[in-house]
């Protein structure tokens, strides 16, 4: 079982929505011209706003995702923190080349944030936008260094991936660059799916790698669905009133997994016997789009791709997963990782 699931599964059963307020996630630059960015620069988020006086040195990322916005950026985070996925650094393969020889350290996260360690680092940006921050932790992570929570009116975890991006970009002095890589990535992705006019339309559920504690975890429009989206398809609406509040999935039992059937199914498995055991699970063999073969079993680091989407995973996923949905659409894909 992939140690994600309960690793997601407890962010489900934690996150709440952020404070409300400004539309405006990223807040304005000023200033003078520093080296590498527009300094002061000064942020909004779930708990306020956050000035960065000048270009950043040493700068730490406390979430799984924050890294991927940093490099592609430029940049080279002091920092990162393992989630999941055992990754050299906690940099999956499809940021590796931007990070180079570089070895950043890798903070822990098992007993949750190690604040003495961050603050042994000496950071001068602490970026969190992903990590799930209480009220509390923030305010301790402030004392250490200027701190960028997760988006105002966005979620502890899994805010979108776009606002994620500016807000980094904007605290880093970088928005015009934050807003143009969020725009050439929504113009690569429009430009496929008018290449692929057959998936305009069509029903997607994109679920977890496999059961844990008797259930199967969707998720509901707009978590991590945007890639799909922007693809032409459209998230499996029967998910969105089942999902218990805003921004966490959708745990489904074996005996309501109708619910996830659609046109094509999207399914993040990580081995050969992942994929097994849920064929071996009588109602999910039955779905239509598992018995027509509309189904797509992914690999270890799509799937991670897929739970992860960033600047720099999402145009890997652009050129991994868009010929599997063309077979799944197809009804030609194989029941099988590939």
């Known amino acids: 079982m992939s140690r994600l699931l309960p690793a997601l599964a407890a962010i489900a059963a934690t996150l709440a929505l952020a404070a409300c307020g400004s539309s405006d996630p990223t807040g304005t630059d000023a200033g003078t011209t520093a080296s590498g960015g527009t300094f002061p620069a000064t942020v909004t988020h779930a708990f306020g706003s956050t000035t960065v006086a000048a270009a950043p040195r040493r700068i730490v990322v406390l979430g799984p995702t924050e890294q991927d916005t940093v490099l592609a950026l430029g940049l080279t985070p002091l920092a990162t923190s393992e989630w999941y996925g055992e990754q050299p650094d906690a940099v999956w393969p499809w940021a590796q080349d931007e990070l180079g020889d570089a070895t950043p350290t890798v903070l822990p996260t098992t007993d949750g944030l190690a604040f003495e360690r961050i603050a042994a680092l000496r950071p001068d940006l602490i970026l969190a936008t992903n990590a799930g921050l209480a009220r509390a932790d923030y305010d301790k992570l402030r004392r250490i260094a200027p701190t960028v929570a997760q988006p105002r009116g966005g979620t502890r975890f899994l ?33 496929v799916a008018r290449e692929h006019p057959e998936f305009a339309g069509k029903t997607i559920t994109f679920t977890q790698n496999g059961f844990y504690q008797g259930q199967l975890y969707a998720y509901p429009e707009g978590l991590n669905t945007q890639p799909l989206s922007l693809l032409g398809f459209t998230v499996n609406p029967r998910l969105t009133p089942l999902a218990a509040e805003r921004g966490v999935q959708v745990g489904v039992s074996a005996e309501r997994l109708d619910v996830l059937d659609a046109d094509v199914l999207v399914a993040a498995t990580e081995r050969a016997a992942d994929v097994r055991k849920l064929l071996e699970v009588p109602t999910f063999r039955g779905l239509r789009a598992v018995r027509d073969r509309h189904a797509v079993y992914t690999d270890r680091i799509l799937a991670g791709a897929l739970y992860y989407p960033t600047p720099l995973s999402l145009p890997y996923l652009l050129e991994r997963l868009v010929p599997r949905l063309e077979r799944a659409v197809a009804g030609t894909a194989p029941q099988r990782i590939g």
């Open 159 to 191: 805010s979108p991936w776009d606002v994620q991006t500016e807000l980094i970009a904007a605290a880093l002095g970088r928005a015009r660059q934050g807003r143009e890589l969020v725009a050439s990535i929504e113009r690569d992705y429009a430009a």
